[in-house]
Structure formats: structure tokens, C-alpha cells
């Protein structure tokens, strides 16, 4: 990639080539929380969609959360109309614009959450994990910070994308016969290791790949996959014709589940 890297909007002809998109986004509190820190983003014109978990307690998560989804799409703008200016941090040459504007975006919003954090109006504690997911001429990228996550439904197969970034799935990683019989999950499912806002740097894990026409793509909070278990989420998602119907559902069916925290679930059609 040159150090002097093209428009990342769209060219007339780019534009044309380019599947359509169809998105719905809905969050929710939940049943036992007053507040909702969570938040997500919908920005079609840009291919641009992310779902944001707060941590830090009811104000400063909430921040957090619309924070990070505020300053990832100020960041996109900003790049698509000035596609010239330096980049805050660097890039990587070895992947595409696409992952290198999630990417850098996240390490942005990082940095501003911290400097709110470190600000001495600003709350004591606040951060945030994250996933955005953006979709191109011919491949989708997704880049994530802690345990929201992204799945794929393609046809009849269901397929989660992200590894969470938590203490559970470290412990999971490093068992050599794999297995989870025995790991104490009720206490450590829920560790971050990584989200925006809780160190000065922040390392996004960022997947790339192609696409198909009719890939479904889902991010959601733990509130929700915390609560409906992967083959769940198959179930109500393969064969979903109206996915704003589908969004709504998977919300409800986890407050039906009790849904001990915050909800949000943001539905992306490719095609």
C-alpha cells in the first residue's frame, strides 16, 4: 500500500460494483438494568456498522460506548474527505484501506476515551469493548476489541468470526486437548482482555475475507450471545427473510431469557 493511499469512498465505478446492503440495528436494557451502555451505529452510506459495550458503571459505560461509536464514524468521514491527510497512527501496508480504517479508527477511539478518562471532569472510570464491521466491493472486514461479536450466516451454516478477547477464552486457547468441562466459566467468561479505554494502545484483532451474496452478518453484545447460545442464534437466523423483523426477535428472545444485561444486536445483509 502506497504512503499516499487513494480516496477510501467509493469511486463512481467502485460504487457500482458493489453489492447493496440491507441493516437494522435495536438495543435494549434488559431486565435488570436501569441504564443501557450499550450503543451501535448504522451508517449505510459509508458500509460502516458497529455495535459498542460499555464498561465503568452506568455513566461512565454509556459514555464509553457512544464515544467510540461517534469517533469511529468522525474518523471514516474524515478520511473519506481527506484522503491525503496523515494517519494518527500507522498503517499497516500488508492489508487492505478497508481493514486499515477499522483499525486505526479503533485506536482512535481509544485514544479519546483515555483522554476522557484522564480528564479531570471526565468519569473515573470508563471503556468500552467493540466491533465494526465494514463491507467493500469484494471482501468485509471486521476489527474488535473484547467480547462483542461477530457471526456469519451463509446459507445453512452458522459461523462465529471473532475469538473474544477475554480471560475464558485465553484459558480455552491454551488447553492442549481442548475441552471445557472442567474451565470455571461462570467467573471468567465475562474478564476482558481487551476494549477501548482501559490502556494508552490498543491492538484490534481484525479479519478479513470475501463475501456471497446473501452472507448475513451479525454483532452483538454479550447481553445477547451471554444468554442465547450459538445454536439458538442458528435457529432464528438461517432462512430470516426481514431482518429487521429477525433483529427484534433476537432482542426479545433474550429479555425472554431474563437478559441480565444490556441487549443490542445490529443485522447486516449482504446482496
Known amino acids: 500500500m502506497s504512503s499516499e493511499p487513494a480516496s477510501p469512498g467509493p469511486s463512481p465505478r467502485t460504487a457500482a460494483q458493489a453489492p447493496p446492503l440491507v441493516a437494522c440495528g435495536h438495543t435494549h436494557p434488559g431486565q435488570a438494568r436501569g441504564e443501557n451502555e450499550d450503543a451501535f451505529g448504522v451508517w449505510q452510506d459509508l458500509r460502516l456498522f458497529a455495535v459498542a459495550d460499555g464498561m465503568g458503571g452506568r455513566t461512565g459505560g454509556a459514555i464509553a460506548a457512544r464515544m467510540a461509536v461517534d469517533v469511529l464514524e468522525i474518523f471514516v468521514r474524515e478520511r473519506h474527505a481527506h484522503p491525503r491527510a496523515p494517519w494518527p ?20 477511539a481509544n485514544q479519546k476515551i483515555c483522554a476522557a478518562v484522564g480528564a479531570e471532569a471526565g468519569p473515573r472510570r470508563m471503556g468500552a469493548t467493540f466491533a465494526a464491521l465494514t463491507v467493500g466491493v469484494t471482501q468485509i472486514v471486521i476489527a474488535h476489541a473484547g467480547d462483542v461479536r461477530a ?9 462465529r468470526l471473532t475469538r473474544d478477547h477475554s480471560l475464558y477464552e485465553e484459558m480455552l486457547a ?32 481484525v479479519y478479513v475475507n470475501s463475501f456471497l451474496p446473501g452472507d448475513l452478518y451479525l454483532l452483538c453484545s454479550d447481553g445477547l450471545w451471554g444468554v442465547l447460545p450459538d445454536a439458538r442464534l442458528a435457529q432464528m437466523l438461517t432462512g430470516a427473510i426481514q431482518i429487521e423483523t429477525a433483529c427484534h426477535a433476537l432482542v426479545d428472545a433474550a429479555n ?16
Open 256 to 271: 425472554e431469557a431474563g437478559a441480565p444485561d444490556n441487549v443490542t444486536a445490529l443485522l447486516v445483509r449482504v446482496g
Open 174 to 205: 491454551a488447553r492442549p486437548q481442548g475441552g471445557t468441562e472442567d474451565l470455571p466459566a461462570a467467573q471468567h467468561r465475562n474478564v476482558v482482555t481487551r476494549a477501548l479505554g482501559i490502556r494508552d494502545s490498543v491492538e484490534p484483532t
Open 89 to 108: 497512527f500507522p498503517m499497516d501496508r500488508g492489508t487492505s484501506l478497508g481493514a486499515n480504517l477499522l483499525r486505526v479508527g479503533l485506536q482512535v
Open 151 to 159: 457471526y456469519r450466516v451463509r446459507g445453512n451454516s452458522f459461523r
